[in-house]
């Protein structure tokens, strides 16, 4: 199978289940925004000096995996791709594991107020990761306020996720001194 279909040369693509829209349609800009997210991962992930975050980053990478996949699915289909995916849907169990490395990282982290980012070049990645990451956000919500059924635990994942970004990136701020 080759990856060049041609069957988006005219500015469409197809959802999961075979539903074709605009390449431009709420929903693909969305998990195009995710796409985006899971790239600068990896960068974080290739950038980073501590092995757990590392490991962390790509459970996440893999969990957006499976994130996109249901922002993919129509409306209509939610429920079918829910019966034939329900093992890899997000849930509040991985919402409440991002909790908990923000509120692990916090008891130890010691910083005064907002940090720029450059200290180091993963500070900086993750830091880009973490606007990367609100981006996602925003969009998802602008696809929930646009009537588009949005599963809560999606968009409170991405909220978790910029924060634990952000402790990560201060981390990586403060190996360096």
Same mark, same amino acid.
């Given at each position: 199978?080759?990856?060049?279909?041609?069957?988006?040369?005219?500015?469409?693509?197809?959802?999961?289940?075979?539903?074709?829209?605009?390449?431009?349609?709420?929903?693909?800009?969305?998990?195009?925004? $995710? !796409?985006? =997210?899971? *790239?600068?991962?990896?960068?974080?992930?290739?950038?980073?000096?501590?092995?757990n975050v590392k490991s962390q980053l790509l459970e996440i990478q893999i969990e957006l995996v499976h994130f996109m996949a249901e922002l993919a699915t129509d409306d209509l289909d939610q429920?079918?791709?829910h019966k034939k995916y329900a093992d890899k849907v997000i849930h509040q169990q991985? $919402? !409440?594991? =991002?909790? *908990?490395?923000?509120?692990?990282k916090e008891k130890n982290l010691q910083f005064k107020g907002w940090t720029q980012s450059g200290e180091t070049v993963a500070d900086a990645f993750f830091d880009q990761a973490?606007?990367?990451?609100?981006?996602?956000?925003?969009?998802?919500?602008?696809?929930?306020?646009?009537?588009?059924s949005v599963r809560s635990e999606l968009m409170v994942y991405l909220n978790r996720l910029a924060d634990l970004l952000w402790i990560w990136g201060v981390e990586h701020m403060l190996f360096k001194k």
């Open positions: 199978m080759s990856i060049s279909t041609k069957t988006g040369d005219g500015g469409s693509t197809s959802l999961l289940f075979n539903k074709r829209v605009s390449k431009n349609h709420p929903r693909v800009v969305c998990y195009g925004n $995710v !796409d985006e =997210l899971s *790239s600068s991962l990896g960068i974080c992930r290739a950038h980073s000096i501590d092995v429920d079918r791709y991985q $919402v !409440d594991r =991002l909790t *908990s490395l923000i509120e692990e973490r606007t990367t990451c609100r981006r996602a956000e925003r969009g998802i919500v602008a696809l929930k306020e646009s009537g588009t």
